[in-house]
């Protein structure tokens, strides 16, 4: 079973930045992505890479604030998130599907694992 571990959240001043790391268990050819879910709310789409880099997506509302990328060599995604809102609070997720395709996928129901999520709270 593979598994999805994410690190890197916690408790942030509106304007700052942090970064998130999600570590597979195993090197596959996964695509990959965030999903975010505040409380009260459903589960909602923030960033997706596709398995070689070359096709990234963003959920509007992060766009130019946060950027995904990943270090196939480590197994590893990566958010890096700037100028956080406090409207950025939530739990963050790491997802993966396996892919023979290099696109980005937003659609929750096309991933096959998820992570344990990492809490985000940016304080205004």
Not at 1 to 17: H, N, P, R
Not at 62 to 81: C, E, H, P, W
Not at 104 to 123: F, H, I, K, L
């Amino acid at each position: 079973q593979v598994q999805l571990v994410e690190s890197g959240g916690g408790l942030v001043q509106a304007g700052g930045s942090l970064r998130l790391s999600c570590v597979a268990s195993e090197r596959r050819r996964f695509g990959m992505g965030w999903f975010r879910q505040a409380p009260g709310k459903e589960r909602e789409f923030v960033a997706a890479i596709s398995w070689r880099g070359g096709s990234t997506r963003y959920t509007d509302s992060v766009k130019g604030r946060f950027t995904i990328s990943r270090d196939n060599a480590k197994n590893t995604v990566y958010l890096q998130m700037n100028s956080l809102k406090p409207e950025d609070t939530a739990v963050y997720y790491c997802a993966a599907h396996l892919t023979y395709s290099d696109l980005a996928r937003a659609a929750p129901g096309e991933y096959d694992y998820w992570g344990q999520g990492t809490q985000v709270t940016v304080s205004s």
